[in-house]
């Protein structure tokens, strides 16, 4: 399908494709179909088909419907069992419909010893030995099967919870412009952990790919909720291309070692009252600047919507510190800093349980009890701040009407020398003055 379009190809006396290997969902079905149609073929059957080597090859087979992401249903002769990793059982199709990791059996299922050495692990139910495929799947009370991802393609990260990366690349790789995926982990030096990054290939690729990510990564997220937010990638990085290794499919491993390189982005949640609504993805800059800045962004609106000052409801004028004395200005934005340190608090309390998100000490109650502390130490200094402002405006007015009442004073004696000066009265008020100059 990457061969030039002058590449001649003739499918007409194609009848039936039978699709292995990994996953394939119905969006890439209808790709290839239209593919093959635009080369000649006619109404061509593509079917699913899923096996493992140690049961020698296929075990399980789908219709041949288009619109279909199941690998099918289990051939005749193929036993099957789902674990339940949460209650340590495993299920039936009687219990359907559940989901878990498949386990298969049947008659071609390989020895477990040669020359004496095991190398092959099976695993005893009901008196019968199975095999584990390390995939998790779904199965629907009909028999139907789905492939939802590697039940082994996890790692631990935040203090040892368990991220499903082959669950999210099946989930991701199903959505609309997105051609392949992979998700890695990745050592990120604030948060003293490793954190999921998706590198991905979309089918367009060029200015559009970012924002073809973005609505699959909220598809998945956000609408149709399928992954729960705690499996969200919190970095994308969106390749030209993903290498592969010698059997097509993805070498995760060659991506940790550096191997793709690209666009990388940080992913931002959009809450509307607490809930996730939408998703960005922001160009990754320098990493602190950045985690301080969502820190601040969070708090933006709570604070805007608090803040004292605003336009009143009832009258076109705003309210703010310039029609203010300079006294009732300064505590103002003394108001509005408590505020701000007060919902920055908030948060950090909120993140408790994360202390390494922000880079914190591990023992994060010590440390917000000192940080509560400090502020109250930082709250009681700024009241005593504002009471000597209070005492030194005070002072300053008593000054000024003192200094005012001595000013007047003086005026007053100096008016009433003059007076008596142009009046011929004597300094001490006694006797007459001297008769005026005719000039």
Not at 153 to 168: A, C, I, M, Q, T
Not at 334 to 355: I, R, T, V
Not at 358 to 373: C, R, V
Request: charged letters at 20%; one cysteine or more; a negative charge.
């Amino acid at each position: 399908m990457k061969l030039p379009e002058e590449t001649a190809f003739d499918f007409s006396s194609l009848r039936g494709v039978v699709l292995g290997g990994s996953a394939v969902s119905a969006k890439d079905k209808r790709r290839y179909a239209q593919f093959l149609k635009k080369h000649g073929a006619g109404d061509v059957l593509l079917f699913n088909g899923y096996g493992i080597s140690e049961l020698g090859g296929a075990c399980c087979i789908s219709g041949s419907g288009t619109e279909d992401d199941s690998i099918g249903y289990a051939v005749p002769g193929v036993e099957l069992r789902l674990y339940d990793e949460e209650e340590k059982v495993f299920r039936t199709r009687a219990d359907a419909p559940c989901t878990g990791v498949l386990y298969l059996s049947s008659g071609a299922l390989a020895t477990p010893m040669l020359d004496g050495r095991e190398i092959l692990k099976l695993e005893t139910i009901s008196r019968k030995p199975f095999v584990t495929t390390n995939d998790l799947v779904r199965l629907d009370a009909d028999g139907k099967m789905t492939y939802l991802g590697r039940a082994n393609r996890y790692f631990l990260h935040e203090d040892g919870r368990k991220y499903e990366s082959g669950r999210v690349e099946t989930e991701i790789a199903r959505q609309s412009g997105i051609e392949s995926c992979g998700i890695v982990p990745v050592l990120h030096k604030l948060h003293h952990d490793n954190i999921p990054m998706l590198c991905v290939k979309t089918l367009e690729g060029g200015e559009g790919a970012a924002e073809t990510v973005r609505k699959a990564l909220r598809q998945v997220f956000c609408v149709e909720k399928t992954l729960e937010l705690d499996q969200l990638p919190l970095r994308v990085l969106i390749a030209q291309e993903l290498p592969r290794n010698a059997n097509g499919k993805l070498d995760l491993y060659a991506i940790t070692q550096g191997a793709v390189s690209g666009q990388t982005y940080r992913v931002e949640t959009v809450r509307v009252k607490k809930c996730v609504t939408d998703l960005r993805l922001l160009p990754l800059g320098d990493e602190a600047a950045d985690m301080i800045r969502s820190v601040f962004q969070d708090i933006a609106a709570d604070v805007k919507s608090a803040l004292p000052y605003h336009k009143n409801d009832n009258t076109t004028e705003e309210n703010t510190m310039k029609n203010m004395n300079p006294f009732a200005c300064f505590n103002g934005m003394n108001q509005m800093g408590s505020q701000m340190m007060n919902m920055l608090m908030s948060q950090m309390n909120q993140a408790g349980q994360n202390p390494a998100f922000f880079g914190f000490p591990q023992d994060m109650a010590s440390w917000m009890q000192q940080m509560n502390q400090m502020f109250a130490c930082m709250n009681q200094m700024n009241q005593q701040g504002l009471q000597m402002m209070q005492q030194m405006f005070s002072q300053n007015a008593q000054m000024m009407q003192q200094m005012f009442n001595q000013n007047m004073q003086m005026m007053g004696d100096l008016c009433k020398t003059m007076m008596d000066a142009a009046s011929g009265a004597k300094p001490d008020g006694k006797g007459e003055a001297p008769a005026p100059a005719e000039n």
